[in-house]
């Protein structure tokens, strides 16, 4: 692997271990000093540290547009105040796609004030749900000069969590554990499960829910929060697991010890609280359920990949559904994204699963039952059981309603690392205005209440799921999906928006200074899809 002049160092030669998290507590007043340095990774040459969700002063938010690059040897004071209960976390803001994906991150626990703002709980833990891309057992590199896999965002193909691989945790018998899981994966939608022991949602991004509820899963886009209190009412082995529609991913190891928890929490696990201050916050925002939105922001896509060299007739293909072929520009009619153009297909046939497996008229796989493709377009589109057994999935059932509007899996893997902001553009646009990305020009003071309307279109050149996060102006309340009220509040930073939906938020503005708005898959946030608002103080 280079680490030349074209690629950021990933070389861990002569560079100490990392060591483990620490759990470190501060008390009102209390000053931490937050070192960014090489371990077995090297970061850039400029960084920033954006503290993620908190309701804070402008100027300590960690945006380039705030705070002056740090280089290499200086230091940067922020004092930071915790108005919320609930997880955060603080990542760069600079070369995102990078520095987040090199482990460059960390979470902040605010307790509450209030001792029964969290329904009981023996214990605490906080875990990190992350990947990472190798290639030959090293990082894949990252290019100084552009951010690449831009169309997709840079899927890795390992697992971490808490920036393990295998991790390893124990419990006792009848213990209810409270889990803070945040989202640092660049890309990557997590779908988490614990199959054996029970699961209660109680909170979310900023603090709780408004009704606590059993469920078998969480799904958290990244950046998003969740807070689960898991009760292990049977001894033995469990696995924390991540699910896709096509796979699943073991996350962690769980083992359940015969010792019984010292005191039973049972019956209050089995209680489901409803909290009256978010109960009276549904009151509060009841009007603007029907109301017309003051803002309408719409997510799309436009891609400019070159046509193949060469004097050979072209056709257009889907790099996700590659059996899709046209004689003519268009658009997939099972995803909707934009069909590239390739050499036209040889004469022979293949199959996607099995290369093996080659004929010179059309037909099926005896392997597997799958159409036999033309073998160009295979390897054009990136095709190959090889691609797909190394990324963990398979060809079939990548349509957006059949994976809920969200992509799980990189699904095009060759087009998707050569796509930069060259060649792929995200865009957010003012719907009102058409302005695009940083050309928008929000204007609000303390005080106001903005309901925000999100429409993730279908009719862009690659269709995708975004989780679309605002900085520390405030706070926000998911009003709606696609007309249907949500039917559990919580307060929220970031919100997973996926392809084809429309998503209505109601933004609580609380703070005055010039404040971000962007996708959180990084490529995407690196690729331009971002703008900035301003917010006046209270006349």
């Known amino acids: 692997m280079s680490t030349g002049p074209h690629h950021f160092p990933t070389d861990v030669t002569g560079l100490p271990d990392a060591r483990a998290s620490e759990l470190i507590a501060l008390a009102d007043g209390d000053r931490f000093d937050l070192r960014i340095a090489p371990v077995t990774k090297r970061v850039g040459d400029t960084t920033t540290v954006h503290w993620h969700g908190l309701r804070l002063e402008n100027r300590y938010d960690g945006t380039h547009q705030t705070q002056q690059p740090m280089l290499v040897g200086e230091r940067f004071t922020a004092r930071v105040t915790f108005p919320d209960p609930g997880l955060y976390w603080y990542h760069p803001h600079i070369r995102e796609d990078y520095g987040q994906e090199m482990g460059l991150y960390g979470n902040v626990l605010v307790e509450p004030a209030d001792p029964d703002y969290w329904p009981p709980a023996h214990r605490e833990v906080l875990l990190t749900l992350d990947d990472i891309l190798l290639e030959d057992g090293k990082v894949a590199p990252f290019s100084r000069t552009e951010t690449t896999h831009s169309a997709m965002g840079r899927f890795g193909d390992v697992l971490l969590v808490s920036g393990q691989t295998d991790l390893s945790l124990g419990a006792k018998h009848g213990e209810v554990v409270r889990f803070y899981l945040t989202n640092t994966a660049n890309t990557r939608v997590f779908k988490v499960t614990l199959p054996g022991a029970r699961m209660k949602l109680v909170g979310g991004d900023s603090g709780h829910v408004e009704r606590e509820e059993f469920v078998d899963d969480v799904v958290l886009a990244p950046s998003e929060r969740a807070v689960v209190d898991v009760l292990f009412d049977q001894a033995g082995e469990l696995t924390l697991e991540h699910h896709t529609p096509e796979r699943v991913y073991r996350l962690a190891a769980?083992?359940?010890?015969?010792?019984?928890?010292e005191t039973s929490l049972a019956e209050q696990f089995q209680h489901l609280r409803t909290n009256a201050e978010m109960v009276a916050v549904r009151e509060r925002i009841a009007p603007y359920l029907e109301a017309e939105?003051?803002?309408?922001?719409?997510?799309?896509?436009?891609?400019?990949?070159?046509?193949?060299?060469?004097?050979?007739?072209?056709?257009?293909?889907?790099?996700?559904?590659?059996?899709?072929?046209?004689?003519?520009?268009?658009?997939?009619p099972q995803c909707g994204m934009k069909l590239l153009a390739v050499e036209a297909p040889a004469t022979s046939y293949t199959c996607p699963m099995h290369p093996?497996?080659?004929?010179?008229?059309?037909?099926h796989c005896p392997h597997c039952g799958m159409k036999l493709l033309p073998a160009q377009l295979v390897a054009q589109a990136g095709g190959g059981h090889e691609d797909h057994e190394h990324y963990g999935h398979g060809q079939e059932g990548h349509g957006h309603a059949d994976a809920g509007g969200i992509e799980w899996e990189d699904d095009m893997v060759e087009v998707n690392r050569v796509t930069t902001p060259a060649n792929m553009?995200?865009?957010?646009?003012d719907r009102e205005t058409g302005a695009e990305n940083a050309d928008i020009d929000w204007r609000f003071r303390v005080g106001d209440q903005v309901k925000?309307?999100?429409?993730?279109?279908?009719?862009?050149?690659?269709?995708?799921?975004?989780?679309f996060h605002v900085h520390g102006a405030g706070r926000f309340l998911v009003l709606s999906r696609d007309g249907v009220v949500e039917p559990n509040l919580v307060w929220k930073d970031t919100v997973l928006v996926p392809t084809g939906q429309t998503v209505d938020i109601l933004l609580d503005i609380t703070n005055p200074g010039l404040w971000m708005a962007h996708c959180h898959i990084a490529e995407h946030h690196e690729s331009g899809m971002m703008f900035s608002f301003t917010v006046a103080p209270r006349p």
């Not at 093996?356 to 037909?363: A, F, N, R, T, Y």
């Not at 553009?425 to 646009?429: E, N």
């Open 293 to 332: 939105p003051d803002k309408v922001l719409g997510f799309i896509a436009e891609m400019d990949l070159r046509a193949p060299e060469g004097d050979g007739p072209v056709v257009y293909a889907c790099p996700m559904h590659p059996e899709v072929v046209s004689a003519e520009p268009d658009h997939c």
């Open 356 to 363: 093996g497996v080659v004929s010179d008229e059309p037909g």
């Open 452 to 467: 925000i309307r999100l429409l993730n279109e279908m009719a862009g050149d690659h269709p995708m799921h975004h989780p």
């Open 254 to 261: 769980i083992h359940v010890s015969e010792e019984r928890a």
């Open 425 to 429: 553009r995200w865009k957010l646009i």
